[in-house]
């Protein structure tokens, strides 16, 4: 299961034991986090969480015991949990971060066996047709899916332990700076010009380029996210 894609748990709590149930909550609990319906800056309600799964207040501060420690929720003396938002400088440190990370895991997809290799380059492919299905309805939610998609499936090839695990927190944190732009375009045909190279680089074997591929698309997307918040806030200034 990928790390934005999380399903809702609810249903799965009925009849678990205790011990389990710090697990599916916080899980249920990213998945709202994820999904949009507990916003950023939002502050978290552990009656109504506890209501709403059905199950007591412990597991619920459980469950935020851990979205705290990955970075997702933070908690604000006398006041509560609230979803975090992220500051623009620790925005621009995880996409600085993302990009090497994806720059590494391109290198290695790279260096795969050829029937691995070209087994990858297959599901990008289908991930990268997805895209275009999506962009061409205007679907920026379907489209952002099918990206993320596209770049997990390389970092999943790595068969890298510690590399998925800090894609995977990484990569959740920034969701929620992507949160309020999920209904706007931010350059879907650059970004889908960017995937063919990349695969392109990886069907060749070519494992600096697709590096440096990688690398950049990064740093190229953080540019765009940055210029379409730079635009908005001129916008709401110009129109008060």
Not at 13 to 35: H, N, P, Y
Not at 125 to 146: I, L
Not at 155 to 169: D, F, G, H, K, P
Request: one cysteine or more; aromatic letters at 4%; a positive charge.
């Amino acid at each position: 299961m990928m790390p934005w894609l999380v399903t809702d748990s609810s249903t799965l709590l009925s009849g678990v034991r205790e011990t389990s149930l710090g697990k599916l909550v916080r899980d249920e609990m990213l998945a709202l986090i994820l999904r949009g319906e507990l916003a950023p800056g939002q502050r978290i309600n552990e009656p109504d969480v506890a209501a709403r799964l059905r199950v007591s207040r412990v597991p619920v501060r459980e469950a935020l015991r851990e979205l705290e420690s990955s970075g997702l929720v933070a908690a604000r003396k006398h006041s509560g949990v609230f979803v975090r938002v992220l500051k623009p400088n620790e925005v621009a440190d995880l996409y600085e971060l993302r990009s090497a990370l994806d720059g590494y895991a391109g290198h290695r997809a790279a260096r795969l066996a050829d029937a691995q290799r070209r087994t990858l380059v297959r599901k990008l492919g289908a991930s990268m047709r997805e895209m275009k299905t999506y962009a061409r309805k205007h679907n920026v939610q379907g489209y952002y899916a099918s990206n993320l998609a596209f770049h997990w499936d390389i970092v999943a090839s790595s068969e890298n332990e510690q590399l998925t695990l800090s894609y995977r927190r990484l990569v959740q944190q920034l969701h929620l700076s992507r949160l309020k732009n999920l209904s706007r375009d931010v350059g879907m045909q650059a970004s889908m010009v960017e995937h063919e190279q990349i695969v392109a680089a990886l069907a060749e074997g070519d494992a600096e380029r697709c590096r440096r591929l990688q690398e950049t698309h990064v740093t190229a997307a953080h540019e765009r996210l940055v210029d379409l918040e730079q635009g908005q806030q001129a916008s709401a200034k110009g129109h008060p």
